[in-house]
Structure formats: structure tokens, C-alpha cells
């Protein structure tokens, strides 16, 4: 028997969690899950409708016959990011099925279009992407910026759902000890990631790298290569006052972590990092990013301050903004307003 809704995703960190979300909240048996490989694989649970790719050419040809089977037979299909050119491709050449497939953008998956590499490997995957995208029957996100990207660059004429997609964006309640350490904390970037462009902020904290400050990096997964070069260059700038953080940390002890940080830096030039942001500005923090991404004026449309990195200040100074961003990211970004977003997606 068919499930009403299927699911086809990356086995990324984010979607253990999700399942679990689907299972507390919903009728599960609804529901049903196509995955292939990837970072979290071994944090999933042997669900009977949860379905792991083997990692072999024939594992992956039964996934893609399993997809095109159960993507004819699902009422409402969820695509969790839309990075498998292969699945594109088939959605390309079966285009009847793109009116009751929803697509969960995730946003490197977006902004490839802008940030890819002009290959010929980019146009022959744009020359799919495009029609797929643009005929896409639901968008799905909560940066409305990102929506109006699609429009933009792929004429996407599909309906946008406002949803934050996973438990990690949601408000996490953390009581934050009153401050301990003496100087200020900074964090820069999410990821060794070269989209967090942490070069670009160091020249920027070089002026005060004479001062009480502790900059951390969190660098434990990513691009090895970039990671070694930016700890290469924070130790060489910044000295003793630089700390990458190589090891991933349980989630609890991340959180607590976070609770000791003053400033937050984002330079990401696409909308990324958005579960740090949210729980540094739920946690009273400071953040800094830039203007011109689509997280920037989603904020300021929600009446959270967020702070140009163009106009960066060395202060953890707390003002009426500190506790008016807690009370909105609470409100807003809770737990009962992720489940009737996704209620509203799944019925």
C-alpha cells in the first residue's frame, strides 16, 4: 500500500530530527521516507517506512526505480533540497509529476544559479534545473527573499508555503548564565565552509586583535583543505586568541557553548547558518551579517535586529533590542507554529 506523502532526501543532519518531529506530531504512517546516504545515516532509526540507499551502483539504480514508483503513487511528494542532478533529471523527463511536488529549499540548492562556477557542467545541470524549478507545483521555506529568488532567476510560478522546515530553526529555551568570562566572545562563521568567508571578517577584527577578545571558529565539518587554511591564518593573525573548534559538540553542548558567546559574525553572501542565527538571537545575542542577503530583511521584517557587518562594532553592550529579540524569536519561531506550517503542508 502507497503512502500519502513521500519523502526523498539526503541522510544530512537535519532529517533524523525531522523524522522524529513527523513522528511525534503526525500520523506517521502516512508517511514515508527514500534516503540516500550522508552525515546522519547512523543517527537514523530502522522505521519500517524509512528506506536507506545501499551505497552500491545497484543500491542506487532500486532507489531511483523505488523514487519514480512511489512519486507516481504518493498524493504530495517532499523534496528536502533539490542538489541530486539525477532526480532532477527525472523529474525533467516526468514533468506530470512536478504539480504535487513540493520543494523544501534549502539554499545552496538556490544559489547555485548565482554562486556556481560558469562550467559547461553548470549550464548542461541549469538547462534541467530551469523547467523543473519553474514548474515546480510548491515552494517551500521561510525567507520569503529566497522565494522571490526563484521567481526571479527560474520564472518558478509554484505556490510558496511559509514553513522553517526543521527542528534546528526553532527557539531553543537555554537559560544563559550571567556572563563569567572577563573580554568579549566572538564567533565567526558556522562551517569550514568557504561561504562563511571568515578571511574577509578576520581583516576586519585584525584592528582590534590588541584587545580583550576570544575568537572562535567552528570548523568541524566542512572543506578540510579551507579549514586547515583558517586556522593557519587565525593562529598567524590572532594568536592565542584565536580557538577553531575541530570536534563536533553534542547538541546540549553546543547550545552551552553558544551561551557564552557575545558577538556573532555571519559573512555569508547567500542566506545560510540560519539555526545558529536564530538560537544566538534567542539566546540575547548580537549578530552581525550583510546587508544584501535575503536573512537580512527577512529580520527586519519580523522586527529583529540584526547589525551590518560593514559597520561592525567591537561591543556586547545590551539594549531594549537584546530582549525584544528573545520575546519575538520565541513567539515566533516555536514549536506549535512549526507544526501547523507543516499541518498545512501534509493535509
Known amino acids: 500500500m502507497s503512502k500519502k506523502i513521500l519523502h526523498i532526501a539526503n541522510s544530512d543532519k537535519f532529517i533524523p530530527p525531522f523524522i522524529e518531529f513527523v513522528k511525534e506530531h503526525f500520523e506517521f504512517s502516512e508517511h514515508e521516507f527514500l534516503l540516500t546516504g550522508g552525515m546522519a545515516q547512523e543517527q537514523l532509526k530502522p522505521y519500517a517506512n524509512v528506506q536507506l540507499a545501499k551505497r552500491t551502483i545497484i543500491g542506487r539504480l532500486q532507489h531511483y526505480a523505488q523514487a519514480v514508483i512511489k512519486m507516481h503513487q504518493a498524493k504530495k511528494v517532499i523534496l528536502h533540497g533539490l542538489f541530486d542532478i539525477k532526480l532532477v533529471y527525472l523529474l525533467f523527463f516526468m514533468p506530470w509529476l512536478l504539480k504535487k511536488c513540493y520543494w523544501v529549499m534549502w539554499g545552496g540548492d538556490l544559489y547555485v544559479y548565482q554562486l556556481g562556477e560558469r562550467s559547461w557542467k553548470w549550464k548542461v545541470r541549469e538547462f534541467f534545473r530551469r523547467p523543473v524549478i519553474k514548474n515546480m507545483g510548491h515552494l517551500v521555506t521561510y525567507i520569503k527573499g529566497d522565494y522571490e529568488l526563484a521567481q526571479q532567476w527560474y520564472g518558478a510560478k509554484g505556490q510558496y508555503h511559509e514553513c522553517f522546515m526543521y527542528t534546528s530553526n526553532l527557539y531553543k529555551e537555554y537559560d544563559v548564565p550571567h556572563k563569567q568570562h572577563s573580554g568579549i566572545n566572538i564567533l565567526v562563521g558556522n562551517s569550514a565552509d568557504p561561504s562563511n568567508n571568515h578571511l574577509e571578517v578576520f581583516d576586519k577584527l585584525e584592528a582590534f586583535k590588541d584587545q580583550d577578545i576570544k575568537i572562535y571558529a567552528p570548523l568541524s565539518y566542512g572543506n578540510p583543505g ?122
Open 226 to 347: 579551507y579549514a586547515q587554511t583558517t586556522i593557519q591564518q587565525g593562529k598567524q593573525r590572532f594568536g592565542d586568541k584565536f580557538e577553531p573548534l575541530t570536534e563536533h559538540m553534542p547538541f546540549n553542548q553546543y547550545l552551552e557553548f553558544l551561551g557564552k558567546i557575545d558577538i556573532a559574525i555571519f559573512n555569508h553572501k547567500r542566506q545560510q547558518a540560519m539555526g545558529n542565527t536564530i538560537t544566538l538571537l534567542g539566546l540575547g545575542k548580537k549578530v552581525f551579517m550583510r546587508s544584501d542577503v535575503t536573512q537580512w530583511a527577512f529580520f527586519k521584517s519580523h522586527g529583529i535586529a540584526v547589525y551590518d557587518i560593514e559597520a561592525f562594532a567591537l561591543t556586547d553592550d545590551e539594549d531594549i533590542q537584546v530582549d525584544e529579540n528573545k520575546h519575538r524569536v520565541k513567539s515566533y519561531f516555536s514549536e506549535q507554529t512549526f507544526v501547523n506550517q507543516l499541518r498545512e503542508i501534509f493535509n
